[in-house]
């Protein structure tokens, strides 16, 4: 069965860092692309990031270039997410998955809030 | 950015009807390869998205088979033959064909 499991959520002030996590298990991880995707309170799906299937390759959407690395450590079947520099408009639920949205995480909240 | 618009944005249905949602993308979703990446996803109440179609038409493992998935170039269309309770929740349409992937805003399908 594959599952998804995102952590590191919370609570940050503007101007600061998390590290999201996603624990990848039931494929094989490191034959697959992977992403971010975020869910502000209420709103619709934004995709924010993807890494090839061997981390040579990233892509980022606009609003947090410079700000957010994508990383992936593939003997740990583990996805990462740095988000530095965040702002209030980065809250939102992020969902780690795979391919093309073949399966999703539960999410996990970030909040910036002073 | 390739912009997905969907239509209609609330969709009451009776249990036991058909519904329909189109979208429409603002460039071709052929892709170089000749494939179509034109996705839908299902998110009820407090879940995490679920594809249920990929490549414009394909179910996903596990999909009813009262959803279908048409459509080609810039307009496809989500059906559902017969709408169960289970089937509340939020639907969105989306592009993998040029990135960024983007998705529509999403119809918001309810019991009348």
């Known amino acids: 069965e594959v599952q998804l499991v995102e952590s590191g959520g919370g609570l940050v002030q503007p101007g600061g860092s998390l590290r999201l996590s996603c624990a990848a298990s039931?494929?094989?991880?490191?034959?697959?692309?992977m992403h971010w995707v975020r869910q502000a309170p209420g709103k619709g799906l934004v995709w924010v990031s993807r890494?090839?299937?061997?981390?040579?390759?990233?892509t980022y959407t606009d609003s947090v270039k410079g700000r957010f690395t994508i990383s992936r450590d593939n003997a740990k079947n583990t996805l990462y997410l740095q988000m530095n520099s965040l702002r209030a408009e980065d809250t939102a639920v992020y969902y780690c998955t795979v391919g093309l949205g073949d399966y999703w995480g539960q999410g996990t909240l970030v909040t910036v809030s002073s | 950015d390739v912009v997905m618009t969907q239509s209609p944005l609330s969709l009451p249905v009776t249990l036991g009807q058909p519904a329909s949602i189109s979208c429409r993308s603002s460039q071709s979703l052929v892709y170089s390869d000749g494939n179509t990446y034109l996705n839908w996803f299902q998110q009820r109440p407090g879940q995490s998205p679920r594809r249920l179609i990929y490549?414009?038409?394909n179910r996903d493992s596990g999909v009813p088979d009262r959803f279908s998935g048409s459509g080609s170039g810039t307009d496809f269309t989500l059906k559902i033959s017969r709408v169960e309770a289970e089937d509340v929740g939020v639907y969105y349409c989306?592009?993998?064909?040029?990135?960024?992937?983007?998705f529509g805003q999403g119809t918001k399908v309810e019991i009348k």
């Open positions: 989306m592009q993998g064909t040029h990135w960024p992937w983007t």
């Open positions: 890494i090839n299937s061997d981390g040579s390759s990233t």
């Open positions: 039931g494929f094989a991880f490191s034959t697959y692309w």
């Open positions: 490549k414009v038409s």
